[in-house]
């Protein structure tokens, strides 16, 4: 089982430069989530779906688009780079609600925008 | 503003020692989570709680959910050198999922 795959691994943007981040998972999840983390923070929920179809904003959404057209796959879009979003980038899925099943994580996506 | 406090913010122990880590909250939660974190790699969780008062083993790990729903530790016995990594508080309630800012944790052989 591959469980949450998270691509690239690195990647480096100019300020206002786009970008999508890939998330899948094998594991029939309905819950998928995307967290940012940041030099001695936690991670910080950025949106997040409860299935296929349905999409829902977290703590810290702006300047971030997703969505979720399969129960696989929950893309996340940055539609114009800036340093502030330089950051690891996490994406999580679980079979239920993300503080009653445990969440999967993926490896995440280190982001450095100049 | 909501305020989650996690301390201590980093440790170093000696092989053998127990350790102890704690989350507070300026509000009240439904759900405690623990997780851990290696480098290079996303969190595991570690132990879940979902009822106040509630103390919950996963082998060397003792976490509880405190009374007011506002706290959690966690403890770690007989540490060994695995058990380094940082260690996150995730209190939880309907969709909304906070983390502490972490105990790092370093384990000296």
């Known amino acids: 089982n591959a469980g949450v795959t998270q691509t690239p691994k690195f990647q480096v943007l100019k300020t206002g430069q786009s970008m999508t981040l890939q998330c899948a998972q094998d594991?029939?999840?309905?819950?998928m989530s995307w967290y940012r983390q940041d030099p001695g923070m936690g991670l910080r929920l950025i949106h997040y779906?409860?299935?296929?179809?349905?999409?829902d904003q977290g703590e810290v959404p702006n300047g971030y688009n997703v969505s979720r057209s399969t129960t696989e796959d929950f893309p996340l879009r940055l539609l114009s780079a800036a340093p502030s979003q330089t950051s690891v980038y996490f994406c999580?899925?679980?079979?239920?609600?993300?503080?009653?099943?445990?969440?999967?994580f993926g490896d995440g996506t280190r982001l450095s925008i100049l | 503003g909501q305020q989650l406090n996690q301390s201590p913010q980093s440790m170093f122990i000696q092989e053998g020692e127990d350790v102890s880590m704690n989350c507070t909250s300026s509000?009240?939660?439904?759900?405690w989570l623990w997780y851990k974190q290696e480098p290079g790699e996303g969190p595991v969780l570690l132990i879940a709680?979902?009822?106040?008062?509630e103390l919950t083993s996963n082998g060397r790990l003792t976490a509880q959910f405190g009374i007011t729903r506002k706290d959690s530790f966690l403890n770690i016995s007989a540490s060994i050198p695995s058990d380094v990594g940082i260690y996150f508080c995730a209190p939880y309630n309907n969709n909304d999922m906070r983390f502490g800012a972490g105990t790092r944790l370093t384990v000296k052989p």
């Open positions: 594991m029939n999840h309905e819950y």
């Open positions: 709680l979902y009822k106040a008062g």
């Open positions: 509000s009240i939660f439904n759900t």
């Open positions: 999580a899925s679980s079979r239920g609600a993300a503080g009653n099943q445990p969440q999967h």
């Open positions: 779906s409860v299935g296929a179809g349905i999409t």
